[in-house]
Antibody
């Protein structure tokens, strides 16, 4: 089955760090660009980061620039998001998503999400 | 950054109705526009890309139109499983940006 499965979300204290993982199965990760999108409770979708197929190009939203690092291990079919300096505004469900290039980055597959809660 | 504005923010409709959602971009984004469906407690699902191209497996009652700054998503013959929140997204340039969402309910 073609799917993405996120893990690593948990309760973390303000100022803390966390690493999220996204495991791909049923397809070859290196054939796709990948992004992370988050959704705060009761709110809309917010893109946070992008990484190209071989990891040579990354982009971040201003809201996470300098605090989050997106990376990938194509040999392990895995995507990661290292988060640091976490604040209450980072509390959200984090989704990884697969994308292909067609006039831009087109998302065609989403994971089920992992919940990050930042609170003391 | 390209700002995406959806309207309406919510609407009520009945099974069998034709529903149209509008998305307006603050700048020209060509046809680099996608639509997503999200049901409560679930991950988003990709419906349309390139403004009008259906993703694999998406029913033909969903259709998209537009280019430049004005786009629409139409659901013809609304089905019970279509009650959800719909988001537009531009991927013409980074940062990728989403509209605020349109909730479709009974």
């Amino acid at each position: 089955e073609v799917q993405l499965v996120e893990s690593g979300g948990r309760l973390v204290q303000p100022g803390g760090s966390l690493r999220l993982s996204c495991a791909a199965s049923g397809f070859t990760l290196r054939s796709y660009d990948m992004i992370w999108v988050r959704q705060a409770p009761g709110k809309g979708l917010e893109w946070t980061s992008y990484i190209s197929r071989f990891g040579d190009t990354v982009y971040y939203a201003d809201s996470v620039e300098g605090r989050f690092t997106i990376s990938r291990d194509n040999a392990r079919n895995s995507l990661y998001l290292q988060m640091s300096g976490l604040g209450a505004g980072d509390s959200a469900i984090y989704y990884c998503a697969r994308a292909f290039s067609s006039g831009g980055v087109v998302v065609d597959l989403w994971g089920q999400g992992t919940l990050v809660t930042v609170s003391s | 950054d390209i700002q995406m504005t959806q309207s309406p923010s919510s609407l009520s409709a009945s099974v069998g109705d034709r529903v149209t959602i509008t998305c307006r971009a603050s700048q020209d984004c060509s046809n680099s526009l996608a639509w997503f469906q999200q049901k409560p407690g679930k991950a988003p699902k990709s419906l349309i890309y390139a403004a009008s191209t259906l993703q694999n497996g998406v029913p033909s009652r969903f259709s998209g139109r537009g280019s430049g700054t004005d786009f629409t998503l139409t659901i013809s013959n609304l089905q019970p499983e279509d009650y959800a929140t719909y988001y537009c997204q531009q991927y013409y340039s980074f940062p990728v940006t989403f509209g605020g969402g349109t909730r479709v309910d009974i």
